[in-house]
């Protein structure tokens, strides 16, 4: 039996309660405007914290009186909340964490679309521009901090992880805390809690209360991964392009836990940047790793990205298993060599203006199912051109996984096709299937996962066509 709370009015925190009467006059607007469902969505999914549910669907579904909206009080602003999850409750009092990210949607969904969208000042039409907007969001969400002293290392990987790779999360979490190093995760479960839940004691044993757990997720991902309650600090980017460049803007180093097909589409965003010779010299530690059982794992995907992009590529990173304080210490010196190196170029710490992104890795990809046949998977492109359509491949793959667009365009269009070489395909197929066989497509339950993608080689496509 679902459980709700019928009724119930929360005040703004932070900035939001200083809000000029226009500005509150306009974010009154703007939220009964064409963004309503979207805010509507992404404030049921932050109200969904603690729950393993990651079918977006499903959630709405569960709740389908759930409303939320924005009201006048005392001359600014208040949220009320219909039919709300009970879990988000103690007693008739939301907790407080959710509640600062409830203000965090409506400052990223509702304000940002205002700022963002119809700044004249803003060129999404260019590389430079889109680097502009991220910035402004980043800066307006108040997470950009000019006196930063720790590094921020950045954590990627599933939600849908064993025990053992979760334990294994919170001891390297554990080990960067030890060091005063700040955690960024896509703010959800599994391997994006982890990290967070070791730092937290790593930063109290040193007495360290300035800890950032800083969360980076966008709307067609945060109802399929719910905030975890550690996050102090949570950022709503527009879209996933956006949502990854926040990561290698905001971090000092990124390290890989096991993940499924969202982890490697990461992890082909972070390569296709570093393989530009723009940014051959500018220092970014990148570690993979995970405990023991995890060793395959990594040694799969290092496989692919060896056949796929090559050796230079793989110099790229390192894997390191099961040696949690090696992880942080590799960390902890790699932001020892980023700081150095943006003293050096004149750049700032808190935000990476040097590391070029080209626009061809800015610029939204629709996973629609032709965009996603016309993908160029073949090997004699260049290895940085064929990490970005890789990185679009595995995109469309978690659209179709999580996103309420994508899994409606599978049972609308049937299955996605991806076509490429044989032995792209060959191998991915092989790292696909692993990730099935592993449950790391969803969170486990008694429901066998159905992909919602085929694997097309070249020499088939004609005849598939015919």
Not at 132 to 155: D, F, K, Q, T
Not at 201 to 212: D, V
Not at 247 to 263: A, E, I
Not at 437 to 465: T, W
């Amino acid at each position: 039996m679902v459980h709700t709370v019928k009724n119930t009015t929360i005040l703004p925190h932070g900035y939001l309660d200083l809000l000029s009467q226009m500005e509150a006059h306009r974010l009154l607007t703007a939220s009964q405007g064409k963004i309503h469902e979207l805010f509507r969505n992404c404030s049921l999914a932050v109200l969904n914290c603690g729950d393993d549910l990651d079918d977006s669907r499903k959630l709405y579904e569960r709740y389908p009186d759930f409303d939320i909206a924005v009201i006048r009080e005392n001359g600014g602003i208040a949220l009320e909340l219909q039919n709300a999850p009970a879990s988000a409750f103690v007693g008739d009092k939301v907790i407080q964490g959710i509640r600062e990210h409830l203000f965090a949607v409506l400052r990223d969904i509702v304000f940002a679309e205002d700022t963002l969208y119809l700044n004249p000042a803003l060129n999404l039409t260019t590389s430079r521009g889109i680097t502009n907007a991220v910035y402004h969001l980043l800066r307006n969400a108040g997470v950009l901090n000019p006196n930063l002293e720790s590094g921020l290392i950045v954590c990627w990987g599933g939600h849908s992880i064993s025990r053992e790779e979760y334990d294994y999360t919170k001891e390297v979490g554990y080990q960067l805390g030890l060091r005063s190093l700040n955690i960024c995760t896509g703010c959800g479960a599994g391997a994006m809690k982890g990290p967070m839940k070791g730092a937290t004691i790593g930063h109290f044993k040193q007495r360290f209360t300035e800890g950032q757990y800083l969360g980076i997720t966008e709307p067609g991902i945060i109802a399929s991964e719910s905030p975890n309650p550690i996050v102090n600090d949570l950022v709503i980017m527009p879209d996933i392009e956006k949502r990854l460049e926040t990561f290698v803007r905001l971090g000092h180093g990124v390290v890989v836990f096991p993940g499924g097909v969202g982890t490697a589409e990461e992890i082909l965003y972070l390569l296709s940047i570093l393989l530009d010779p723009a940014n051959q010299d500018i220092p970014f530690p990148f570690v993979l790793s995970g405990p023991s059982s995890a060793r395959n794992y990594f040694a799969e995907i290092d496989q692919f990205i060896g056949l796929t992009l090559g050796e230079e590529a793989r110099s790229k990173y390192d894997i390191i298993i099961d040696d949690p304080e090696r992880v942080a210490q590799v960390m902890e010196r790699g932001v020892q060599k980023v700081s150095e190196y943006r003293m050096q170029s004149d750049d700032t710490m808190f935000f990476n203006w040097s590391l070029n992104i080209d626009y061809d890795s800015q610029i939204p990809f629709e996973p629609t199912h032709e965009n996603m046949l016309t993908l160029d998977l073949s090997l004699d492109r260049p290895a940085r051109e064929l990490a970005v359509d890789l990185r679009r491949a595995f995109s469309g793959i978690v659209a179709g996984n999580v996103k309420p667009a994508g899994i409606q365009a599978i049972e609308d269009h049937g299955l996605v096709q991806l076509r490429g070489q044989s032995e792209i395909m060959d191998s991915l197929d092989s790292m696909l299937k692993g990730f099935i066989s592993q449950n790391r497509m969803k969170i486990p339950s008694d429901q066998e996962y159905l992909p919602c993608y085929s694997i097309v080689q070249d020499e088939a496509l004609a005849e598939l066509k015919n």
